[in-house]
């Protein structure tokens, strides 16, 4: 399935955009669990602009570049509604280099493992840090009020929180593992 799609149309659902801002887009948030390079966004826009999904005017930015605004057409609002609404099957792709040589580990001598198992640790230990940082952060934009359904805010407050349980849990689990190698 191309996801990608829909990861464009959900950003132009929340506010028209050039393909610029598009791909800035993903080197945010949405860019820590949904990658794509400018290599895949500039085909996919003229793929969905192809099809109906979205459109765009040509605005003049600055001087005189000219600029694609895209957005959704009544087509591609349907299609992201039909997409949000499917009930998808559970994603066993998620593809875990690390677990993979996890599940090799016996071929491994105990020190490399251990060095392998150390080496994760901190790393995800560090990627902890910065999901806590930004929870932090956009608590703070939220100022006394709590994010509810309805703030901008909310879905990327559930992806964070999310990371932040996982990373946690890996962390447990990293320990655990590293004090079995003992
Ligand atoms: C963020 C949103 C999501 C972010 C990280 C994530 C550090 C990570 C998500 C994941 O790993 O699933 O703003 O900033």
């Excluded at 191309?2 to 028209?16: H, P």
């Excluded at 100022?143 to 879905?155: A, E, L, N, R």
């Amino acid at each position: 399935m191309r996801v990608l799609k829909y990861a464009i149309l959900g950003l132009l659902e929340q506010e028209k955009q050039t393909g610029y801002d598009i791909a800035a887009a993903f080197k945010g948030a949405l860019g820590q669990f949904w990658s794509a390079k400018h290599s895949q966004i500039y085909p996919e826009l003229k793929k969905l602009v192809a099809e109906g999904l979205i459109e765009y005017e040509t605005v003049i930015q600055g001087e005189k570049l000219e600029k694609k605004l895209y957005s959704l057409t009544v087509s591609g609002e349907a299609e992201l509604k039909e997409w949000m609404q499917r009930l998808e099957a559970l994603d066993v792709s998620h593809k875990d280099e690390f677990m993979l040589k996890t599940f090799f580990i016996s071929s491994m001598e105990k020190e490399e493992a251990k060095e392998l198992f150390t080496n994760q640790l901190n790393s995800r230990k560090r990627k902890l840090d910065g999901l806590m940082r930004t929870l932090a952060e956009l608590e703070a934009e939220c100022g006394s009020k709590h994010i509810h359904f309805s703030s901008p805010d909310f879905g990327h407050y559930l992806v964070l929180t999310r990371a932040i349980e996982r990373e946690k849990g890996y962390l447990q689990w990293l320990e655990r593992s590293l004090q079995f190698m003992d």
